[in-house]
């Protein structure tokens, strides 16, 4: 069974900065696209960065030049170095790959406050 597992987060000062990695098990092959999605309380679950196998990547405006994904496709790993964290970027984060359908970690929550 395919499962994608979080982890970091926690509790972060605003401005601060945090990792947050993901790993694949239960299988050998790697996704064509993995990211972050994250989910805020009483929100839509929204797009926080995309990578593709070849690297190519997608970010949310809200993110851009504050957040780096990258993605080691030898190990089926992906990470977000997140960074002059907002409280508004408080969410439960998810991992997701992409193959033949969409695969879903449980999410790890990242709280920014003081």
């Known amino acids: 069974q395919v499962e994608l597992v979080e982890s970091g987060g926690g509790l972060v000062q605003p401005g601060g900065s945090a990792r947050l990695s993901c790993a694949a098990s239960?299988?050998?092959?790697?996704?064509?696209?993995m990211g972050w999605f994250r989910q805020a309380p009483g929100e839509q679950r929204e797009l926080v960065a995309t990578i593709h196998s070849s690297g190519r990547t997608n970010y949310a405006d809200s993110v851009k030049g504050r957040f780096t994904i990258s993605r080691d496709n030898a190990k089926i790993t992906i990470d977000l170095q997140m960074s002059s964290l907002k409280p508004e970027d408080t969410a439960v984060y998810y991992c997701?790959?992409?193959?033949?359908?969409?695969?879903w970690g449980k999410g790890t929550l990242v709280t920014v406050s003081t």
């Open positions: 997701w790959g992409f193959r033949d359908r969409n695969y």
């Open positions: 239960g299988t050998d092959f790697s996704f064509s696209r």
